[in-house]
Antibody, heavy 120, light 103 residues
């Protein structure tokens, strides 16, 4: 079955760290660019980071320097190391697969999400 | 940085009616736009990509149009399962969402 499964969410204090994992199955993981997207409770979607098939990484300013994305193709997995966490980082974190049409790129496969709560 | 603005925030319609959702980009995105549907407790699902191409398994009642800065998602005749939140997306930017609720 083609799927993505996140793990590693939980409760952490401000300033703390957490490492999220996303396990892929059913497709050729190593050939895809992969992303993390988050959603605060009752709010919209926010792109968090991306890692290319060749390992290049991208971040928005809101998490740059605090979050690190990585991948391990041999284990069909990628990760999000989150340091210096803030209350505003509280959200459901989704991993997603990039779908590149040659015209644009989108997210065609999503995990179910893992909840990260940053609270004193 | 491209900003996507969706309208309306909430749309109240009845099953069988036609729904028209809008997404406006702060600058031209050509045809590089997607739409997603999200139901409570679920991940978003890709509906449309490259403005007007339906993703795998998406019913023909869903259609997309537009180019440049103005885009539309149309649901020709609403089914009960279509009531959800809809987001537009272009690369790293998402719109704020339109909630489609039952009238």
């Amino acid at each position: 079955e083609v799927q993505l499964v996140e793990s590693g969410g939980g409760l952490v204090q401000p300033g703390g760290s957490l490492r999220l994992s996303c396990a892929a199955s059913g497709f050729s993981f190593s050939t895809y660019d992969m992303h993390w997207v988050r959603q605060s409770t009752g709010k919209g979607l926010e792109w968090v980071s991306a890692i290319g098939a060749a390992g290049q990484t991208y971040y928005p300013d809101s998490v740059k320097g605090r979050f690190t994305i990585s991948r391990e193709n041999a284990k069909n997995s990628f990760f999000l190391q989150m340091d210096s966490l803030r209350v505003g980082d509280t959200a459901v974190y989704y991993c997603a697969r990039e779908f590149d049409t040659g015209v644009g790129w989108y997210f065609d496969l999503w995990g179910r999400g893992t909840l990260v709560t940053v609270s004193p | 940085e491209i900003v996507l603005t969706q309208s309306p925030d909430t749309l109240s319609l009845s099953p069988g009616e036609r729904a028209t959702l809008s997404c406006r980009a702060s600058q031209s995105v050509s045809s590089h736009l997607a739409w997603y549907q999200q139901k409570p407790g679920q991940a978003p699902r890709l509906l449309m990509y490259d403005t007007s191409s339906r993703a795998t398994g998406i019913p023909a009642r869903f259609s997309g149009s537009g180019s440049g800065t103005d885009f539309t998602l149309t649901i020709s005749s609403l089914e009960p399962e279509d009531f959800a939140v809809y987001y537009c997306q272009r690369h790293r930017a998402f719109g704020q969402g339109t909630r489609l609720e039952i009238k």
